[in-house]
């Protein structure tokens, strides 16, 4: 595998940790800004918006540039957004500060992901992305725990610090360790790439990823509650699960890209099944703590880590651009504010046990979507759809590529 990868993966995982960042210090945040907890609550919501509606905008902007002089903008920008967070002294610069890293934030998938498949022999891409994707996981089980800490520890904008430097070493490693690849000439424009929305293929598998994710935060944003005041458990225990949790993810995503290139639907049809098992094991159980907790494991397992072989399948449906995954992971965002946003709505009215519900609802309909690709599935690709902007080993606009992308995996 190649080492650029696991650099892509440490500036993904500077992401993910801004992030989630203030789930873990509202109070802290509230009584430092001089406001209340529901409006920090809001500056998450910003962040989110902001990647789904934002980031393919800047990709679009940063399309003409080479992959890593586009990562290195996105750096410098989202590193200011960190800067302003630690030092915002009120609630409207620390939106601010929100909005340029969620939209920074979204970009750096894209261009970060589409690099995967320029650096990276076609029959190993799947596992390259969940390499990558392994930024996503570990910021969730490490990321967050750890700004938390230093935020408790040494106020909230020591977190911002702490992700700022994260930001830097991630910066500086991505200069020296990711290859200058040109951008090919005669394609790869903004035309090229947007040409694949007319597919209406394209649409139902981007709604696949959503339905995915949102299946998955309808229910992970309720863990908190559902395990405390249903299951039982402590508000000491619940941290230590999220952290089992967190550690499913990373073994779940490492095994699915294992096999995201040669099985992708049926990879993602098996996750699909399973998540709708244990979701709807976990509305049935959640007052037993064993099965709680087993169907919470399995969720970690079969939820989020379907990301390699959802970015597989949506790059051969269309191509491996940076603007189609940047796309692709406002889709998936869209799902974390659905997912999220209706489980709040149907708390209100079903109780605790309704975003469980729902979380299988939106699996089964996922699957729904997968299903029809199964009855019709092709060989297996030997990478994403033809983009002529992405240069494969022995053809790439520079020989640093070719020799990174011949690596041993």
């Known amino acids: 595998m190649p080492r650029a990868v696991y650099v892509l993966a440490l500036g993904i995982f500077a992401m993910v940790t801004s992030e989630f960042v203030v789930a873990g210090l509202m109070p802290q945040m509230a009584e430092g800004l001089n406001t209340t907890v529901s409006r920090i609550g809001y500056l998450i919501t910003a962040f989110a918006v902001a990647m789904a509606a934002g980031g393919p905008f800047l990709t679009a902007a940063l399309m003409r540039f080479p992959p890593r002089t586009a990562l290195m903008v996105l750096f410098t920008v989202f590193l200011a957004g960190n800067v302003l967070a630690a030092t915002a002294t009120g609630y409207g610069t620390m939106m601010a500060a929100r909005i340029i890293t969620g939209i920074a934030s979204q970009a750096f998938f894209g261009v970060g992901i589409s690099m995967c498949a320029q650096i990276t022999r076609p029959e190993i891409r799947g596992r390259a992305i969940a390499v990558a994707m392994n930024g996503l996981m570990l910021g969730t089980l490490l990321g967050l725990p750890v700004s938390t800490l230093v935020g408790e520890r040494f106020g909230w904008r020591a977190a911002f610090w702490t992700i700022t430097l994260i930001t830097v070493i991630a910066a500086v490693a991505t200069l020296f360790g990711v290859p200058r690849i040109e951008r090919a000439e005669g394609g790869g424009g903004f035309r090229q790439e947007a040409g694949v929305f007319r597919k209406p293929r394209m649409w139902l598998v981007l709604s696949s990823s959503t339905l995915i994710i949102g299946a998955t935060f309808s229910a992970f944003s309720y863990f908190n509650p559902i395990l405390t005041d249903v299951t039982g458990f402590s508000t000491g225990t619940v941290p230590l699960l999220l952290v089992a949790y967190g550690a499913a993810t990373v073994i779940g995503n490492s095994v699915v890209g294992r096999f995201a290139d040669g099985h992708t639907v049926p990879v993602l049809a098996v996750g699909l099944a399973l998540n709708t098992v244990f979701l709807t094991g976990f509305a049935l159980l959640a007052d037993v703590p ?93 990478g994403p759809a033809p983009l002529s902007a992405l240069p494969d080993e022995g053809t790439s606009a520079h020989p640093s590529s070719s020799r990174q992308g011949s690596g041993s995996s």
Do not use: K, Y
């Open 290 to 382: 064993a099965a709680a907790v087993i169907c919470m494991m399995g969720i970690g397992l079969a939820g989020v880590t379907m990301n390699p072989a959802m970015v597989t399948r949506v790059q051969r449906t269309g191509n491996a651009g940076p603007l189609v995954n940047t796309v692709h992971s406002s889709f998936i965002t869209l799902g974390i504010i659905l997912g999220s946003s209706i489980g709040a709505v149907v708390i209100e009215t079903w109780g605790l046990r309704a975003p469980l519900w729902l979380g299988a609802v939106l699996a089964l309909v996922g699957l729904a979507t997968v299903l029809p690709d199964l009855a019709h599935r092709p060989a297996p690709a030997a």
